[in-house]
Nanobody, 122 residues
Framework: QVQLVESGGGLVQAGDSLRLSCTAS????????MAWFRQSPGKEREFVAT???????TYADSIKGRFTISRDNAKNTAYLQMNSLKLDDTAVYYC????????????????WGQGTQVTVSS
């Protein structure tokens, strides 16, 4: 059973940075496409970023230039570095995984973590 655990969320001010982590277990991490999604209150879950086992990356236009996705296959962990955070970035952030290759890379993804809350205040 694939297990994904997110961490690193919190309350920050606009303009601050945060790094989210997604620690994976019970599967061969290096064979999986990893992704981040987010969901704000009253809105549908939206794609943020995805990274393939060989570091091919796709970003949502809304965060391009501010967020960076990465992975460390040796640590079974994916990351989302979030810089210049805005009020609109407030959401629960979810890590997702799918066996590589996945088409399209934006999903759908079969495996999900429980989410971590990111709140950006003014």
């Amino acid at each position: 059973q694939v297990q994904l655990v997110e961490s690193g969320g919190g309350l920050v001010q606009a303009g601050d940075s945060l790094r989210l982590s997604c620690t994976a277990s019970r599967f061969t991490f290096s064979n999986y496409q990893m992704a981040w999604f987010r969901q704000s209150p009253g809105k549908e879950r939206e794609f943020v970023a995805t990274i393939s086992p060989d570091d091919s990356i796709t970003y949502a236009d809304s965060i391009k230039g501010r967020f960076t996705i990465s992975r460390d296959n040796a640590k079974n962990t994916a990351y989302l570095q979030m810089n210049s955070l805005k009020l609109d970035d407030t959401a629960v952030y979810y890590c997702a995984a799918a066996r590589f290759p996945i088409t399209p890379v934006r999903g759908p993804y079969p495996y999900w973590g429980q989410g971590t809350q990111v709140t950006v205040s003014s």
